[in-house]
Antibody, heavy 122, light 107 residues
Framework: QVQLQESGPGLVKASQTLSLTCTVS??????????WTWIRQPAGKGLEWIGR???????NYNPSLKSRVTISVDTSKNQFSLKLTSVTAADTAVYYC??????????????WGQGTLVTVSS | DIQMTQSPSSLSASVGDRITITCRSSQIISSYLNWYQQRPGKAPKLLIYAASSLQSGVPSRFSGSGSGTDFTLTISGLQPEDFATYYCQQSYSVPRTFGRGTKVEIK
């Protein structure tokens, strides 16, 4: 059973960099028709896709965040990471990492981490 | 970006009811449409992928249909654990986008 777990500071000061790591267990991050993604959800609001990374290192980002986001992967640790620079209160949200499964003729987010709340303080 | 519009934004129903949630995309996305359930304080859970394929382990009372721009999620025989928020999501193009959600509440 694949499991994902987010980790990182729960409190970040405005203008600084938010850094989170997602650790994948129960399977290799490099195997299969999978890639890896970050999604966030402000309190009481909907879901926003941040970006994705293939194990080749190729990435795609949401244009709304592209200038501030970097997603990277460390296959030796079975982890992938998110960095978001110059954060503001608008970046306060629960951040989820998820696996993207493209094996069914479609790409869907089939496994999710439990989510981690990141609060941006002034 | 492809805009995803869900309706209704909320609905009240009783255990045993059959309900339908609609999702419309701002452009044709073929069958690249997924549905998720989110219970309070929990991560979303994949229910339906490719518009109509049931994710492994998901009860058969959940079903999806549609293609092009119009999609539906149907729950036949609501159970107490089904009271949650449901999101559609398109996987046709980047950036991936979600609907705003439909909250299913107990009547």
């Amino acid at each position: 059973q694949v499991q994902l777990q987010e980790s990182g500071p729960g409190l970040v000061k405005a203008s600084q960099t938010l850094s989170l790591t997602c650790t994948v267990s129960g399977g290799s991050i490099s195997s299969g028709t999978f890639y890896w993604t970050w999604i966030r959800q402000p309190a009481g609001k909907g879901l926003e896709w941040i970006g994705r990374i293939f194990t080749t290192g190729d990435t795609n980002y949401n244009p709304s965040l592209k200038s501030r986001v970097t997603i990277s992967v460390d296959t030796s640790k079975n982890q992938f990471s998110l960095k978001l620079t110059s954060v503001t209160a608008a970046d306060t949200a629960v951040y989820y990492c998820a696996r993207v499964n493209c094996g069914g003729g479609d790409c869907s987010f089939d496994y999710w981490g439990q989510g981690t709340l990141v609060t941006v303080s002034s | 970006d492809i805009q995803m519009t869900q309706s209704p934004s909320s609905l009240s129903a009783s255990v045993g009811d059959r309900i339908t949630i609609t999702c419309r995309s701002s452009q044709i996305i073929s069958s690249y449409l997924n549905w998720y359930q989110q219970r309070p304080g929990k991560a979303p859970k994949l229910l339906i992928y490719a518009a109509s394929s049931l994710q492994s382990g998901v009860p058969s009372r959940f079903s999806g249909s549609g293609s092009g721009t119009d999609f539906t999620l149907t729950i036949s025989g609501l159970q107490p654990e089904d009271f949650a928020t449901y999101y559609c999501q398109q996987s046709y193009s980047v950036p991936r986008t979600f609907g705003r959600g439909t909250k299913v509440e107990i009547k």
